[in-house]
């Protein structure tokens, strides 16, 4: 894991920083892959798109009440794809997902609001955050986990920042659809 970090080429300004941010704390912290560091812990993301990469599927969250993509807390899990293969898989209902590649699609460091999660006070934290593309069978009827989101639904990319009422979500996918469509023009 830390060797995909470390080798990964920031793709923006926002990128440099949040690189050294996140390997500094992983340099610094010996709980990182633990929510039990309350101030900021890995996570693992994905963008979850269908084989022509012009939709994306979208879970409702139910702590945020709000469209965005899936992944989820490493809890002690070095292998980040891993993981964020495995959320997306479970908070989607869609079991025919790969990675279109190993390698990581972008990094971002995520302010996290404090909230009740199973009935327990979170605190204000970071998501040091790793995300990778993923490619799903679109024809799969996607299913909502229910104590983590209200729905699940293929979204037009080119339609989808109008259901996202996270604005500080929006630059993050944003910078992935630019992504996704740098790499499409060179398939």
């Known amino acids: 894991m830390l060797e995909n970090l470390k ?3 920031p793709y923006n300004e926002q990128e440099k920083k949040d690189k050294q941010l996140i390997l500094n704390y992983l340099d610094s912290n010996s709980d990182i892959l633990h929510r039990s560091n309350l101030a900021a812990h890995l996570t693992s993301s994905a963008i979850v798109v269908n084989d022509q990469m012009d939709k994306v599927l979208f879970a409702h969250h139910n702590i945020y009440d709000a469209w965005g993509w899936v992944g989820g807390h490493n809890d002690g899990d070095k292998d980040c794809l891993k993981v964020a293969l495995k959320e997306a898989k479970e908070e989607t209902g869609v079991t025919k997902i790969h990675p279109f590649t190993d390698d990581i699609l972008m990094i971002d460091v995520i302010y996290v609001e404090n909230h009740i999660k199973h009935h327990t006070y979170v605190p204000d934290h970071l998501h040091l955050n790793v995300t ?7 024809t799969e009827k996607p299913s909502a986990k229910k104590d983590e989101n209200s729905a699940v639904k293929w979204f037009n990319i080119e339609d989808v ?3 996202v009422d996270e604005p500080r979500m929006i630059p993050i996918y944003k910078k992935a659809f630019e992504k996704i469509e740098r790499l499409k023009k060179v398939l």
Do not use: G
Request: aromatic content about 24%; charged content about 15%.
């Open 7 to 9: 080798n990964y080429e």
């Open 132 to 138: 990778y593309l993923l490619v799903a069978n679109e």
């Open 161 to 163: 920042l109008a259901f």
